[in-house]
Structure formats: C-alpha cells, structure tokens
C-alpha cells in the first residue's frame, strides 16, 4: 500500500472527482458515510454527541456525519460548533450545513470566541472536524484555546482523518498542547505519515484506514516514496524452493554473535537464522560460549574465537554468502578492532545489529567503509548514538534517509511500524507486531531472520522487507498464544513456521 504525503492526497481526490466522475460533495457523503457506519456500528456509544466543525472540507465531513447520526434520534442527540472566524462556509461545506439546517434533528451553534466554548464533560462524545490533512501550520488563537478545552474535558474523543493540530509529516514547530488528542481516527483511504512516529500516538489513537474509493488509476500513477507493507506484496517476494534444492543453494551465513555470559543473543539469533531457510550456518563465538551453542543448537556449525570471553577476529570469509554481527558481542578494545578489520576485507553485504551498532557510534567514520547493501538494524538510541539525536520521528527518518543514500546502505529504524529506509529513497513501514515484541532478545531474533534471508541470495532490500514482516508475523501469532505481557524472544522463533506458512501458499 502507498502512503501519500498530504501535498498529494488533494490531487487524487481532485482526479476522483474528475475521472470517476462524481461531485466533491458526492465524494464528501461517502467518505462522512463511511464514518457514521464505523461510529454506528463500531461503538456503544449512546447519548450526547458534540461536532465541532472548522470551515473547510473536513468540516464538511463533521457535519455530514453529524446529519447522519442524528438520523438516528433514538441513540444519538447532536450538537454542531462550528467555529465563525468570518470567513464563512461555501462549496460543499455549505451544501452540508444546508442540509443540516433542513433536517432539523441538530443543535446549531457558531463560536466566535471563548464565551462560545460548550461545557464538556466524560459523558459525551466529541467528534474533531477542526482541521484535516491540508494543514500547513500550527492552530493557534481561538482554535488553540478549543482545542486545549476538548483535551481537558475526559470526553470521549474521535478524529475525522486526522486530529486537528497534527500535521501529515513534520510536526517539529507545533506546540503539542494544541494538538487534538484523540481516543480514534478515522482516516481516508491511506494512513498518514504522522500517524507511524511513536510520538503522535497519544494524538492519533486506535486508527482505522477507511476506504472512500478514491480512483485506484490516481493511486497507481501517482508516486509515493512511502510504502506499507502487506501480506500480499510480501507473498509475491517470497521465492519457491526448487524440487531439487539442497543445503548449498539456501547459502552459508556467518553470524557472530555472544560474549561469555551473554551467549542468549548468540542462540536466539541463530535459531531464528536457521528457522527462515538458511542453508548453513556457522556461529562465531568466544572459546567458552561452544558448549552453550552446540547443545542448544546442533543444527549450527560453530566458529571459535582466539579468545575465551569476547570477539577477537580471525575469520576467514570465503565460504559465507552473508555475514552478521553485533547481538551481545560487547565494545571492548579488541572487539572493537576485530569489527574493523572485518569491515575492511569483507565484500559481502552484513546485517548490523546492536554491540555492532553501538562501536559504529564510537566510529562514525566506519559506516562510509561498510560494503554496499549493509542492513543496519537500529532502536531508536542506537540510531541516535551514530546520527545524532533528533527531535521526532520525522526528523529520524530524513536523517536515516540521508545517511543510507550516502552510503549505499539500508536502515531498519526499529518500532511499533519499522521503516526500512533504503538508499533510493523509498521508505517501507511495517504493518505486523505487537508491543508484547518490546521483550529482551526480540532484535536478536530479528538479525538472524534477515541474516537468513541476505545469505539465500535475496536482495539487501528484500531480505530486508522479509525480515521485518516476517518477524512482526511470527511475533503476532505468539502473542494470540502467549498474550502480549508473557510473550518473549524465543517464542518469536517458536512460531516463525506458523508464519511462513501462512505466506507460502
């Protein structure tokens, strides 16, 4: 699925109009239908219901619903705001306030300043048709002031498409107070951007995409850099095995991983390297780590460190299609130079992840050094540690943008929708996982997973798109078993298969 900035959105409603054909106000009763069905059909609410309204088209769709709930007299009693700023109504705003007024079943007002603010309280619910997508500045004055009174009422709160206040991309310069903070959003045909940087969350809400029908030729021609992820654009990456595969066509991945006392990170990425195809995998660990990773997984061949403790170096990389690096490895000194000289004579891409990660922050000037197609694999502090830190999801994003053209590279920025960052300058958001994912060892099993994938002679990109989605899948379906609090790492692993049968059919 596309994302859309907002710049885009209004050209392909203006080529819906034109081509489908329809009229703006036809469009605009069926994207406020889909809402009033949502709210009908989706909510209990019964009783006082308050439609605060600016006078553009989103507060054209409030007061198309607002028409279409007090329909139902028996469930809902209406109240209409409509903020007056003396600009007035007109176009299909106008059209629907008409059409309000006609079907007399609603309380009209008008607000022209603070005396006009209703009383509100927890026992209603306020719908925001203030402002949609096509802000292009931070509310202030009058709306500021409304806005911060619906926060602070307890009302029950849902936004039409976006909450008023927030901006589609960048919200760097608005005053967050004066952003609507909602329960839900309804929003059309596509998510917004905003909506996937974890600190618009308590903005947005549980949000629901609502399809109104836009011109699917306007959603095709028209280009995107945004992306989510979805069953079926992953099903059509996956590459069928052969009748006559064999270990040696799946590939050979070296992985190294664990220090002595921390070998979890090195079982769990292993494991979940094996679980995803692999052919062959040779884990590197330290001397005294060999016991722990030849019992706990006899699948793996196992590479011995010079050292006792700690990664050192000395691996020969010819017989490794992929390399990964980082889980629980450390930052001593000699790790950390062992990481260098690797850099340094490997021509195959690597998954960095973690330790790996944070020696990059030490040494910004590596990641110029790293081979081509390198997928790295950051939290947020880790991404920081070697970009600098930003001020929001946003700014995070153009600066991984920025940082994987340049170097060729791709960046998994990790989160509730994990955006894969690629150097052409897409962005891929994913649309799998649960916070029940937030649990020590997650990311661990992450680097094995896409390990998997980079070293079956997938590409940088979709190794890394398989990976992501895979590993939400899997941890979706561990937690329908296991529930969000008691899910952990290896149960992600535990249910890789569940996934990949479910995208392999």
């Known amino acids: 699925m596309k994302i859309f ?84 109504l007109n176009g299909s705003p106008a059209i629907n306030l008409e059409r309000l007024k006609t079907q007399a079943k609603s309380q009209i007002n008008f607000i022209r300043d603070k005396a006009d603010f209703p009383v509100l309280n927890d026992d209603i619910l306020v719908i925001d048709a203030l402002f949609g997508s096509g802000l292009n500045r931070p509310l202030e004055g009058l709306v500021a002031s409304l806005v911060r009174s619906i926060n602070n009422s307890g009302a029950l709160v849902f936004a039409i498409d976006v909450p008023s206040g927030l901006m589609g991309e960048d919200n760097g310069s608005v005053v967050s107070e004066n952003i609507i903070r909602a329960d839900r959003t309804f929003t059309f045909q596509f998510p917004k951007l905003s909506f996937l940087f974890p600190e618009n969350e308590k903005y947005v809400g549980d949000w629901q995409v609502l399809d109104i029908g836009l011109h699917p030729k306007a959603i095709k021609n028209i280009a995107s850099p945004y992306f989510m992820l979805d069953e079926d654009f992953i099903k059509k990456i996956i590459q069928p095995r052969g009748k006559f595969s064999h270990k040696g066509t799946f590939g050979h991945a070296l992985l190294i991983s664990g220090a002595y006392g921390k070998m979890g990170a090195a079982v769990l990425s292993s494991k979940s390297c094996l679980r995803s195809g692999v052919g062959l995998l040779t884990t590197h660990v330290p001397a005294k780590g060999v016991s722990v990773l030849q019992t706990a997984i006899p699948e793996a061949m196992v590479s011995i460190d010079e050292s006792d403790t700690i990664f050192t170096g000395a691996i020969n990389l010819c017989a490794f299609s992929a390399i990964g690096i980082g889980p629980a490895i450390g930052q001593e000194e000699d790790t950390q130079q062992a990481f260098f000289e690797l850099i340094k004579v490997s021509k195959t891409p690597m998954v960095i992840d973690a330790d790996a990660l944070n020696i990059l922050g030490l040494h910004n000037d590596w990641i110029g050094m790293l081979p081509n197609g390198s997928i790295l694999t950051p939290h947020p502090k880790e991404f920081e540690r070697f970009s600098g830190e930003k001020s929001d999801g946003f700014q995070r994003l153009q600066k991984a943008l920025e940082i994987a053209k340049q170097n060729q590279i791709f960046i998994v920025l990790k989160g509730a929708h994990s955006a894969i960052v690629c150097p052409d300058g897409e962005v891929y958001f994913n649309s799998t996982g649960n916070p029940g994912m937030a649990t020590a060892g997650s990311g661990d099993v992450l680097t094995g997973i896409i390990l998997s ?16 989605y895979v590993h939400g899948l899997a941890g979706d379906f561990a937690s329908d078993q296991k529930g969000e609090i008691s899910l952990i790492a290896s149960d992600i692993v535990d249910n890789l298969g569940e996934a990949f049968m479910l995208l392999c059919v």
């Open 5 to 88: 900035p907002t710049s885009l959105i209004s050209e392909i409603d203006r080529y819906t109009i034109l081509h489908e054909p329809i009229s703006d106000v036809d469009l605009m009763e069926r994207a406020s239908r889909a809402i009033a069905d949502c709210i009908v059909g989706q909510t209990a609410f019964h009783g006082d219901v308050f439609v605060f309204c600016g006078t553009g088209n989103n507060g054209g769709d409030g007061l198309a619903v607002a028409r279409m709930l007090a329909s139902l007299e028996s469930r809902f009693s209406l109240n209409v705001f409509i903020i007056d700023q003396g600009k007035g």
């Open 453 to 468: 994938f980079l070293a079956q002679g997938y590409t940088s990109k979709d190794a890394a798109l398989l990976g992501v």
